[in-house]
């Protein structure tokens, strides 16, 4: 496997708004997720404890995913949630606030674009950091093994170039299939009670801190391999996620702020990478 990603960050960048018939492929299948995030990664219940441990209990954000016919489920404010028995399954990715990006060599839009993405150099701050997710270091990779299209062959239809130099799949993916996903990338929600009004804020693009805290206590006291939740070890990581204050959680708030309409041109902003997140703590990249 080899991939040009230089000015690219296809995979980082919800690039939608620029190419209005590129294929919604996270949309696609029987589960719908409720949020409208593109490309979002799940981060094992290892990562999570590791982002929590480092200060980022502030940059994580759910996916759960609407039931269809023979799906177990569970209703919470009005919508059929998949679900184990009674308890709605859910992962974590990292949250994409709006920046202003050109990639693909276009100008600058206002594009949700994943926190950790230097928008100038388009280059991810935590790349060489143990922080850096699995599915991110392995990608493509987890979808040549699974003989799925990929991102940068997307790039590639829509705007030309050579992204994907070498589709030969890896030897070692971080796939997590099947039940042993279970507490260890996807998670159960013990109490859907617990969530009425969450699931609408969700679908609204609306989720509180507290919200998302939520989760991320719930996938830190998950067991691997299992449904079973540990409540104390949730409820500490619960409160430690809602006092999280990284740089990363302030810059998304920043960026939100100063966002424009979704795709529309940032040619004219001022605000960059380095007075947005380099001034409140974040890491510098190359390029």
């Given at each position: 496997m080899d991939v040009n990603c230089d000015g690219c960050a296809g995979c980082c960048i919800d690039w939608r708004p620029l190419a209005p018939d590129a294929d919604d492929h996270e949309r696609r299948g029987r589960r719908p997720p409720l949020d409208d995030a593109y490309n979002l990664v799940p981060l094992s219940r290892d990562e999570v404890r590791d982002f929590l441990d480092a200060g980022y209990g502030d940059v994580m954000t759910p996916r759960l995913w609407e039931?269809?016919?023979?799906?177990?489920?569970?209703?919470?404010?009005?919508?059929?949630?998949?679900?184990v028995g009674d308890r709605p399954v859910f992962f974590l990715g990292l949250?994409?606030?709006?920046?202003?990006?050109?990639?693909?060599?276009?100008?600058?839009?206002?594009l949700d674009t994943c926190v950790f993405l230097d928008p100038e150099t388009l280059r991810c701050r935590i790349h060489d950091s143990p922080l850096y997710p699995r599915t991110c270091s392995d990608y493509p990779g987890q979808n040549l093994a699974l003989d799925r299209e990929t991102e940068c062959e997307r790039v590639e239809m829509?705007?030309?170039g050579d992204r994907l130099l070498d589709d030969t799949p890896p030897d070692n993916v971080g796939l997590a299939l099947g039940p042993q996903a279970l507490g260890a990338k996807l998670f159960v929600y013990p109490d859907p009670e617990e969530l009425t009004g969450v699931v609408d804020r969700l679908l609204a693009d609306e989720l509180t801190?507290?919200?998302r805290a939520r989760f991320v206590g719930v996938a830190v006291g998950s067991s691997p391999g299992t449904t079973t939740v540990d409540g104390t070890r949730a409820e500490e990581?619960?409160?430690?996620?809602?006092?999280?204050?990284?740089?990363?959680?302030?810059?998304?708030?920043a960026w939100e702020m100063r966002a424009d309409e979704t795709g529309s041109l940032a040619t004219d902003v001022e605000s960059t990478g380095a007075t947005v997140e380099e001034a409140r703590g974040a890491p510098e990249t190359e390029g």
């Open positions: 039931a269809t016919d023979g799906d177990d489920a569970v209703t919470v404010d009005g919508h059929d949630l998949v679900a949250r994409k606030p709006p920046k202003p990006v050109g990639p693909f060599g276009l100008d600058r839009h206002w829509a705007y030309g801190a507290a919200d990581a619960r409160t430690e996620a809602r006092a999280a204050d990284s740089w990363a959680g302030q810059a998304i708030e």
